[in-house]
């Protein structure tokens, strides 16, 4: 396969070198309007040659769509127009929208909705790494949409990328991913800020920061641009699920206000229950 990726950040870096590292792709075509990210991912060997999408169209077999799901929504559309044969699919993390746009195209079972779902909190193509993907979740949205050579050609493509396949509608997407992601790096950074307001020194941070502190506030470190369009497209969701969590969080203070070891016994061995359903994952 030849294939274009726009977007050459972690997510559509990794997913290059492990394409042509596992054999999938032959050749890959990058685009990327930061001109510092073509030019890394061009010399590092991420990928083969430097485009515009418009003129990499005609060369390639699979478009890729990397970029932030506000970006995705203006392009997708536009490149479904270009289209003769070719298969788009992108990575976004939020579906329902880009189902809509795209749900009356002529060209829609050209187009395979997917969500990997992999990442790490750092971003660029000097992110990327071989792996990123192995052993994780690949959604599948609105399959029956999608003509059975697209589905059948990027199935094998996460395939290779050692994914597991899971099939979703758009909207169910959007919904679990609020609760299982996007609450995550809420919370997240509204931990770190919590502890740069109360903690003025930065010593103390890195000095008394351990294991469980640091995996906490990771995602923290993840950029506005990616995320920012994540949480305005899924906002109703995230506002669902924000709710309940402000919730439980307030319940945990009213046991701390009253110093019940009972019942911050009961929260936690509550909160334990995860664990079986992580283990099977």
């Keep these: 396969m030849k294939i274009t990726i726009v977007g050459l950040g972690l997510i559509g870096g990794s997913m290059a070198i492990d394409l042509k590292k596992r054999k999938f792709a032959s ?7 930061n001109i510092l990210h073509a030019n890394i991912a061009l010399h590092n060997g991420i990928v083969d040659e430097i485009l515009t999408w418009e003129k990499a169209i005609s060369k390639t077999d699979i478009v890729i ?20 044969n070719q298969i788009v699919t992108d990575v976004c993390s939020t579906k329902a929208r880009l189902a809509k746009l795209t749900e009356n195209h002529p060209k829609r079972g050209n187009y395979v909705a997917c969500h990997p779902m992999a990442g790490t909190e750092n971003s660029g193509p000097w992110a990327a790494q071989s792996n990123l993907f192995d052993g994780k979740a690949c959604i599948l949205c609105d399959v029956e949409k999608t003509n059975g050579t697209a589905k059948k ?18 909207e169910s997407h959007d919904v679990h991913a609020a609760y299982v992601s996007h609450i995550s ?16 020194n930065e010593k103390n941070i890195f000095d008394l920061a351990s294991g469980g502190f640091d ?5 923290a470190k993840s950029n ?13 969701n995230v506002l669902e699920v924000l709710e309940t969590y402000i919730q439980k969080l307030i319940g945990f203070k009213d046991v701390l206000q009253r110093k019940s070891t009972e019942e911050m016994d009961q929260l936690i061995f509550d909160a334990n229950k995860i664990r079986k359903i992580l283990n099977t994952q």
């Design 27 to 33: 050749y890959i075509i990058g685009v990327d309007n």
């Design 224 to 236: 506005a641009e990616m995320w920012t369009p994540i949480f305005m497209q899924n906002h109703e």
């Design 185 to 200: 790096h809420i919370s997240s950074f509204a931990l770190a800020l919590t502890v740069l307001e109360k903690e003025n």
């Design 65 to 84: 769509l990397a970029v932030p799901v506000n970006v995705a929504h203006k392009i997708l559309p536009k490149i479904l127009d270009a289209l003769d």
């Design 215 to 219: 995996s906490t506030v990771r995602l």
């Design 153 to 170: 050609i990027v199935t094998s493509m996460y395939e290779s990328l050692n994914m597991r396949i899971i099939q979703m509608e758009a």
